[in-house]
């Protein structure tokens, strides 16, 4: 489902920008070997954030144990960045998956399988077409119940 978000771009609020700004200036002696620094300075100037970037922040927060205080948690926005990410990968998702089960509800079939991935019933192999009832039984199984049906016929 989330391979249709790849290469997605958002807009990134200018209020969000000023945010990062803020946390930067909070870290005192920062440099580029703190986790989040050159991303904090990458994204204070820009407008349209990727879906990408995105995960790479969630991923960011969800794993992080320190606390609120460290300056890496501090350069990644903190709570305001971290709840504004998780928001919006949902509604990109979320969107994604409405799609999805609109064009479902509208009568097109087979919206969550690829193109690729359908079968052509048209040209089917004999290895996958339905046996008969009999057929599918062991052969001892089958020749009795031949003879059984027979038995049941004469009287």
Known sequence: MNKHLYDKKIEFPKEKREHLKKCFSKVKNADSNIEGFNRNKEL???EFITYQQLKRIKNFFDNFKGNQ??????LNG???IKNWVNNELRKMRDFI????KNKMDTGMQNQF???H???DFTNVRPSQTHKN?????DTAVTESLKR????????
């Open 44 to 46: 204070q100037n820009k």
């Open 69 to 74: 205080n460290e300056p890496s948690f501090i």
């Open 78 to 80: 903190g709570f305001e």
């Open 97 to 100: 998956g409405n799609t999805k």
């Open 113 to 115: 399988i690829d193109p």
């Open 117 to 119: 991935e359908k079968k």
């Open 133 to 137: 009832t009999v057929q599918k039984y």
């Open 148 to 155: 059984i049906n027979e038995l049941i016929i004469k009287l």
